[in-house]
């Protein structure tokens, strides 16, 4: 389960839930949009990259920023959708230093929603620091390999330096096990050894499952495609156990 599928799962959950919930794309590749629209997503709409387009073009009546929020067919779930403008705005940002206006956005969007998602890019551009300096926590995805142990260091050196430069009050919220294995060696290996040196963990580990497939060509969140199945009543546990924290 990558991480525009875990956003989405874990949005929808709260949403279903009852908690008035956004899902912020900021992924080009828009997966996470993709997944809560369907082909909802083809049709314009003022998203993430809208909102960006704002923030280095003078406006005499600027958009609010629920502007650029849209619902999903799902109740208590809205979107801000990602497009492939995300790409041809990232320069002039970064120059300009808008890097905090995410921030400023999110702010005023907390008092219409309870909780805020973020989909961030695979690349730490941005876009992917703009959404840890507004963000209060963060979720990491880890696949059970050595490749994916030596970018978890980096990372989390990356958000060390955003805690001690810009956000202070940034937090891990935990590492997200995915495509978990129980009965292969290596996977249990080195979770286990990420457990020994005192990562947060999160449980429970999340094994794959080719019903994420269907969620994903369905347009689907797994509490609506399936409520019961393993995968789902272990997001519902880890959502819960976020929400404890």
Same mark, same amino acid.
Not at 14 to 36: E, I, K, S
Not at 39 to 50: C, F, L, N
Not at 89 to 100: D, F, G, Q, T, V
């Given at each position: +389960?990558?991480?525009?599928?875990?956003?989405?799962?874990?949005?929808?959950?709260?949403?279903?839930?009852?908690?008035?919930?956004?899902?912020? !794309?900021?992924?080009? =590749?828009?997966?996470?949009?993709?997944?809560?629209?369907?082909?909802?997503?083809?049709?314009?709409? @003022?998203?993430?990259? !809208?909102?960006?387009? =704002?923030?280095?073009?003078?406006?005499?009546?600027? /958009?609010?920023?629920?502007?650029?929020?849209?619902?999903?067919?799902?109740?208590?779930?809205?979107? +801000?959708?990602?497009?492939?403008? *995300?790409?041809?705005?990232?320069?002039?940002?970064?120059?300009?230093?808008?890097?905090?206006?995410?921030?400023? +956005?999110?702010?005023?969007?907390?008092?219409?929603?309870?909780?805020?998602?973020?989909?961030?890019?695979?690349? /730490?551009?941005?876009?992917?620091?703009?959404?840890?300096?507004?963000?209060?926590?963060?979720?990491?995805?880890?696949?059970?390999?050595?490749?994916?142990?030596?970018?978890?260091?980096?990372?989390?050196?990356?958000?060390?330096?955003?805690?001690?430069?810009?956000?202070?009050? *940034?937090?891990?919220?935990?590492?997200?096990?995915? =495509?978990?294995? @129980?009965?292969?060696?290596?996977?249990?290996?080195?979770?286990?050894?990420?457990?020994?040196?005192?990562?947060?963990?999160?449980? @429970?580990?999340?094994?794959?499952?080719?019903?994420?497939?269907?969620?994903?060509?369905?347009? /689907? @969140? +797994?509490?609506?495609?399936?409520?019961?199945?393993?995968?789902?009543?272990?997001?519902?546990?880890?959502?819960?156990?976020?929400?404890?924290?």
């Amino acid at each position: +389960m990558g991480k525009s599928t875990l956003t989405c799962n874990l949005a929808a959950i709260g949403a279903h839930q009852g908690r008035r919930t956004l899902v912020v !794309d900021l992924d080009v =590749q828009g997966n996470a949009t993709r997944y809560l629209l369907g082909t909802g997503a083809d049709t314009p709409a @003022p998203g993430s990259a !809208d909102f960006f387009e =704002q923030q280095i073009k003078f406006s005499v009546h600027p /958009l609010a920023a629920t502007a650029f929020a849209q619902p999903t067919p799902f109740a208590n779930l809205s979107l +801000m959708r990602a497009s492939s403008a *995300l790409d041809d705005l990232h320069a002039k940002l970064e120059s300009r230093y808008k890097i905090y206006k995410l921030r400023d +956005m999110l702010l005023e969007l907390g008092e219409h929603y309870d909780d805020i998602w973020i989909d961030t890019p695979p690349a /730490l551009n941005f876009y992917t620091r703009s959404a840890l300096i507004a963000s209060e926590g963060c979720l990491i995805p880890f696949d059970c390999d050595d490749f994916s142990r030596r970018a978890l260091y980096g990372l989390l050196e990356t958000l060390e330096e955003i805690r001690t430069d810009h956000n202070s009050g *940034l937090r891990v919220e935990g590492i997200v096990v995915n =495509q978990f294995q @129980p009965q292969a060696k290596l996977p249990r290996r080195v979770v286990d050894e990420l457990v020994a040196e005192g990562l947060p963990v999160l449980q @429970p580990y999340l094994s794959s499952t080719i019903k994420v497939r269907e969620s994903h060509e369905r347009a /689907l @969140p +797994m509490i609506h495609l399936d409520p019961t199945h393993k995968l789902t009543r272990d997001l519902v546990s880890l959502h819960a156990g976020l929400g404890a924290r």
